[in-house]
């Protein structure tokens, strides 16, 4: 009979408790294989170590995201029979009807995914706020881009606006920007604006 294992941090691993519970085929009421009866401290380590590796996935770009869950959909395709199999084992499931059914709608939406991670979309930059345009910018986790306003008087009675930016922390992944009459808010070249004089607030 074989013994399953978790798999954390990229490794197959035995629970801390040492203990297992038999899994039983339906179909035949026999045992097949253990199954590991994991803890706290199990749950902890794979928590630690998915937000270790969470640093540098919340960075990826892209077409970084789409080529992975690319390859995730082309593996479990290329091992499709082997999947039916275990889920028959262990579920009673009809292969055939599993084959045909269940394995094309997974590897569809995983490739449906990998395809919207190119073409992630938010509310659009308009004035959602009377007098104000605002807009969603997506930051990372832990840092935010803050905007420092400057207001710079020239001769045709306009606002030059420059970003200034500062990092700070913070807890959300999203930062929300209010900008007066700007309709390029963000960056480092000067905006300029010649219907108000109205200072820049950045709500966060």
């Known amino acids: 009979m074989r013994r399953l294992a978790n798999f954390i941090d990229g490794e197959y691993v035995a629970p801390k408790s040492g203990r297992y519970v038999e899994l039983l085929n339906p179909a035949t009421g026999e045992p097949f294989a253990e ?29 970084q995201r789409s080529r992975a869950l690319l390859r995730v959909a082309d593996i479990l395709e290329a091992n499709a029979a082997r999947l039916v199999d275990v889920e028959s084992e262990n579920c009673g499931k009809i292969m055939s009807v599993t084959l045909a059914e269940e394995i094309p709608p997974m590897l569809d939406q995983i490739r449906f995914f990998a395809g919207a991670a190119r ?34 008087p020239d001769d045709d009675g306009g606002v030059e606006v420059g970003a200034r930016h500062r990092r700070r922390q913070c807890h959300g992944a999203q930062t929300v920007g209010h900008h007066a009459r700007l309709h390029a808010a963000h960056g480092r070249d000067p905006v300029r604006s010649t219907t108000s004089r109205s200072a820049e607030r950045h709500l966060w």
């Open 35 to 63: 199954m590991p009866v994991s803890g706290p401290e199990d749950v902890d380590d794979a928590v630690e170590s998915s937000a270790r590796a969470f640093r540098a996935w919340r960075r990826a770009t892209p077409s």
């Open 119 to 152: 073409i992630l979309e938010g509310r659009a930059a308009t004035e959602y706020l009377e007098g104000m345009t605002s807009y969603i910018r997506r930051e990372p986790i832990g840092v935010c881009a803050a905007v420092t306003p400057v207001e710079l």
